[in-house]
T-cell receptor
Framework: TQLLEQSPQFLSIQEGENLTVYCNSS?????LQWYRQEPGEGPVLLVT?????EVKKLKRLTFQFGDARKDSSLHITAAQPGDTGLYLC????????????FGQGTRLTINP | KAGVTQTPRYLIKTRGQQVTLSCSPI?????VSWYQQTPGQGLQFLFE???????NKGNFPGRFSGRQFSNSRSEMNVSTLELGDSALYLC??????????????FGEGSRLTVL
């Protein structure tokens, strides 16, 4: 099974600051998804990136898939308290079973 | 449309008991996946069912099993519970995974505590 490592695992910053979350692997994925999970709820899909080098923007969130499709990043500009949550990256394996492999997550806290 | 529904939301069991969790996917979704979420391990894939057949399986012991019914509803069972089985069990449905990338729609989870 391919592994995904997210960093940092915990991040607490002030409102208005910028931040970047990383999702890395030594393996290639056919696609990568980012989810956000809030307390008491299941994860909700934010974006899917498929092509190496692809960049997608969702308001103040920018997602990038690495050129080699082994890593991804999530950048948040001017973070807001509403961005607080657990951010999960999930990669779809290239070979074998087509299941999503999840990173351990980044728990983000934005302080007012 | 209604989202993914998991029951029960919370339950407490003792070691050695068994538990059955239920998941009703979004109408029209034929794929159902189960994940175990713990603070230390994150989301770990248990298994996926599609059209009543187990299509993928994670690296969990045989105590963890599941099934899917003709209406796409799914159940998972854990027998001979251990303390380490305490976790949030998440069910996710999707339209069809055969084409590759598919969005997973998660339920709110069933939080199992084993005493």
């Amino acid at each position: 099974t391919q592994l995904l490592e997210q960093s940092p695992q915990f991040l607490s910053i002030q409102e208005g600051e910028n931040l970047t979350v990383y999702c890395n692997s030594s393996s290639v994925f056919s696609s990568l998804q980012w989810y956000r999970q809030e307390p008491g709820e299941g994860p909700v899909l934010l974006v899917t990136v498929v092509t190496g080098g692809e960049v997608k923007k969702l308001k103040r969130l920018t997602f990038q898939f690495g050129d080699a499709r082994k890593d991804s990043s999530l950048h948040i500009t001017a973070a807001q308290p509403g961005d607080t949550g657990l951010y999960l990256c999930a990669g779809e394996e290239v070979q074998g079973a087509q299941k999503l492999v999840f990173g351990q997550g980044t728990r983000l806290t934005i302080n007012p | 449309k209604a989202g993914v529904t998991q029951t029960p939301r919370y339950l407490i069991k003792t070691r050695g008991q068994q538990v059955t969790l239920s998941c009703s996917p979004i109408s029209g979704h034929r794929s159902v996946s189960w994940y175990q979420q713990t603070p230390g391990q994150g989301l770990q894939f248990l298994f996926e069912y599609f059209s009543e057949t187990q299509r993928n399986k994670g690296n969990f012991p045989g105590r963890f099993s599941g099934r899917q019914f003709s209406n796409s509803r799914s159940e998972m069972n854990v027998s001979t519970l251990e303390l380490g089985d305490s976790a949030l069990y998440l069910c996710a449905s999707s339209l069809d995974r055969t084409g590759g990338t598919g969005e997973l729609f998660f339920g709110e989870g069933s939080r199992l505590t084993v005493l």
